[in-house]
């Protein structure tokens, strides 16, 4: 008895202890990094977490840290190469270890950011050389750049639709589902491909936002409005979805979809479309080289929605490269931020949109260019509200659970309709909201 | 006992003066040979410590806050999330969902039981079908969630198999709740399975064979053999099994996370408590779930216990 009253104590000190530990951290908060004056100058070792495996593995990595030594000669670049990226750096910052240059994960809040990263400068400053600025600014400093944006489109095999008889972008919801039943009825291909099982291709559907009203403010729409009152972004989004299954214009059975296996049935002209962005164009066509498809079948459409006779698409930061406040080298980590954003081609490699301001776009959108489709680079100054929001409500809309049973709705596997589902949706979030103020 | 604790402990202390004639040892002595089973065992208990009851005391330390599994900081909300999580219904509605796994653990217990009784008897076969019936039990929950997967896609391995008995099925398997959660009792049947079958079987085995032949003379048939000799015999271990099945299927997880991910009412509640945790980042929210599973679990299996109770089983 005596013995067992011992070892409780022991477990309920150790669980103050373990309470008390994670209470520590932010000693450097505010630190800056800032950019070294003279290259040669700069030395130190770097690790790099990141979340391109494959680049780490095929040795792509390397080459850009072999360039970066070109122009600095003494910093040493190790990268650490993470498959479940999110979920091993979130417990990884838990600690004051966690590499020199990071991608800031999107589990942290924005808030937090001056505790865990180094400012890279003022918002005003950088926002005039850079994009997407203002997706990690806190009080006018400015804590990650990413050294890509992408775009949200459908990626369609233009073979396919060309056999159905449309050659124009739909330009409204219902032309789309028109053109998706014509590829239906007229070719052998699923019109359609949710990628339901894979979960994450159906959280892309909120990238929509922004395309219908065609207003760089719709991340601020989305803290302060309903998202999913009549004619907003979201509900048009999720309304299309929602037809697209319930007409049967989606792959019969979802909940066994395969993303792999998706890419060569899209290459192949097996699936005529899937909602994903710029950045899968590249995997496409690869899958199509590897099938032995024309590349060029592979083409990108945006949201078959029009505002003054324009399509517009939004474009969006990939993850942020930021320096780790804790870190010894935060020069030399600026410097590769800094050197890999502007010199090293990635975006170009991957061809996407380039963080500068000043670059001419990819060659994936050339016919966004020509068709006059407005790029939009929204406002994310509440970017973080809306991320609190998104978890205080349990919706979702950064996650795929809610669309998931949008699926199972149209697909007639969950009870209710439509309408009752959305207004559930708008019921909770503006619940959030209520919790949330003050 | 004692004895041999005392016995062993003298050649790990060369520094114990204790000479062998002495009966009486002094207290230093004395001192160190109580101490040494504990240095044997600081190893096994500093990780026992370390990986079982200190991430348990965090846990629950971290239901009390509004910790979000990042953040430096974190403030005490005192029972807060116990009471957000007990007046919010539809955070264990997903304990339905745990029926159709309470239901599969009958057919699996009833099954296993059957098969253990069947290759108890002398049969053709037989340590052929017991590996064939345990192997399953030896495979990683992980890669048996994505052979099914194959297994139950549209044309995959069971409507192949269907369709050479002629039965061509264009059924979703996945589809609808109650067929999914049927298809992923399913496999978990077919996984746990082995399992009870080998606790049956060597229960089955370590009643005394004299029982049996006597029975035989006596003109006992198969089941009444079944009913008198081998039911009571077994009895502790079938309680046991069905402690595991009830506390397994209130906790199920890995099938159903790595098949569905909970989509198309699979959810279960650790799913659920998982995704609290790290799609909401409601890390307090979600240890306070964790501690509420492990009170629930323990609960069934007082009642259980008291409804059931253990008895001293003598069949000699």
């Known amino acids: 008895m005596n013995r067992r009253k011992v070892l409780a104590g022991s477990i309920a000190a150790l669980a103050l202890l373990a309470s008390a530990c994670t209470g520590t951290g932010g000693s450097a908060e505010g630190a800056d990094a800032e950019a070294p004056a003279d290259p040669s100058e700069v030395k130190g070792s770097l690790t790099v977490l990141t979340h391109r495996t494959d680049l780490v593995q095929d040795g792509t990595m390397k080459k850009y840290a072999a360039e970066f030594n070109r122009t600095y000669p003494g910093v040493k670049v190790e990268f650490d190469a993470l498959t479940d990226y999110e979920g091993e750096v979130k417990i990884r910052m838990n600690t004051e270890d966690y590499g020199d240059v990071l991608m800031i994960p999107a589990v942290i809040e924005k808030k937090d950011y001056p505790k865990f990263f180094a400012s890279l400068g003022g918002e005003a400053e950088r926002s005039a050389k850079y994009r997407f600025t203002d997706y990690s600014t806190v009080d006018g400093k400015v804590y990650g750049q990413s050294p890509l944006g992408v775009v949200p489109g459908f990626v369609y095999n233009k073979r396919v639709w060309s056999e159905a008889g449309v050659t124009d972008w739909p330009t409204t919801p219902a032309e789309f589902l028109d053109d998706l039943k014509a590829i239906g009825s007229r070719t052998d291909a699923v019109p359609y491909y949710t990628n339901f099982k894979d979960m994450w291709p159906l959280t892309q559907w909120t990238n929509v936002n922004g395309s219908v009203g065609c207003d760089p403010a719709a991340t601020t729409e989305l803290a302060e409005g309903d998202p999913w009152a009549e004619g907003a972004d979201l509900r048009v989004a999720d309304t299309l979805l929602y037809d697209i299954v319930r007409g049967g214009l989606a792959e019969k059975d979802p909940t066994t979809t395969n993303w792999e296996a998706s890419k060569p049935k899209l290459a192949r002209g097996e699936i005529a479309t899937m909602w994903l962005g710029s950045w899968a164009v590249v995997q496409m066509r690869d899958a199509a080289k590897r099938a032995g498809t024309d590349p060029a079948d592979i083409g990108l459409m945006p949201f078959p929605a029009q505002k003054d006779g324009a399509f517009c698409a939004v474009t969006s930061p990939d993850y942020q490269q930021a320096v780790n406040v804790h870190s010894d080298n935060k020069a030399a980590a600026r410097a590769w931020i800094d050197w890999f954003t502007d010199e090293s081609g990635y975006a170009g490699a991957n061809l996407a949109l380039s963080p500068l301001k000043d670059a001419p776009l990819p060659e994936v959108l050339k016919p966004y260019e020509e068709a006059g489709v407005k790029l939009l680079d929204l406002d994310d100054a509440k970017g973080a509200e809306v991320k609190s929001l998104d978890n205080r409500s349990e919706v979702g809309i950064y996650k795929p659970d809610y669309r998931q049973d949008l699926v199972d709705l149209a697909r007639g596997a969950r009870k209710g309709d439509l309408d009752g589902f959305l207004g559930d949706l708008t019921k909770r979030w503006a619940e959030a909201r209520k919790s949330l103020e003050p | ?316």
């Open chain 2, 1 to 316: 006992m004692a004895d041999t604790t005392r016995k062993a402990a003298r050649p790990v202390l060369p520094a114990a003066p204790a000479g062998p004639q002495r009966a009486p040892a002094p207290r230093g002595a004395r001192l160190s040979r109580r101490l040494t089973p504990w240095l044997f065992l600081i190893a096994p208990l500093a990780l026992l410590l370390t990986f079982t009851y200190a991430p348990i005391a965090n846990m629950v330390a971290y239901s009390f806050t509004d910790w979000d599994g990042v953040s430096p900081e974190l403030t005490y909300t005192g029972i807060g999330n116990y009471t957000e999580l007990l007046t919010r219904s539809e955070l264990f509605e997903v304990f339905f969902v745990s029926g159709y796994y309470l239901a599969a653990s009958v057919v699996q217990i009833v099954a296993a039981l059957y098969f253990a009784t069947v290759l108890s008897f002398d049969v053709r076969f037989r340590n052929f079908f017991k590996g064939v019936l345990f192997f399953p039990y030896l495979i990683n929950g992980v890669a048996i969630g994505f052979v099914f997967l194959y297994f139950f896609q549209d044309g995959g391995t069971l409507d192949s198999v269907l369709g050479l008995f002629g039965v061509e099925t264009d059924h979703a398997w996945l589809g609808t709740p109650f067929s999914a959660n049927t298809s992923l009792a399913g496999v978990s049947v077919w996984r746990h399975l082995g399992l009870n079958f080998v606790l049956f079987l060597g229960a089955i085995q370590s009643v005394p064979g004299e029982l049996y032949e006597a029975a035989e003379i006596d003109g006992a048939s198969r089941w009444q053999q079944f009913r008198h000799i081998i039911a009571p015999g077994i009895r502790p271990v079938l309680s046991l099994s069905v402690i595991l099945s009830v506390s397994g299927s209130l906790s199920v997880f890995e099938i159903p996370y790595i098949m569905t991910g909970g989509a198309t009412g699979t959810e279960t509640f650790v799913i659920q408590t998982v995704k609290l945790a790290f799609q909401f980042n409601k890390t307090g929210l979600a240890s306070a779930a964790a501690v509420v599973l492990l009170l629930i679990v323990l609960a069934v299996t007082w009642v259980q216990r008291r409804i059931v109770p253990d008895e001293k089983v003598d069949l000699v």
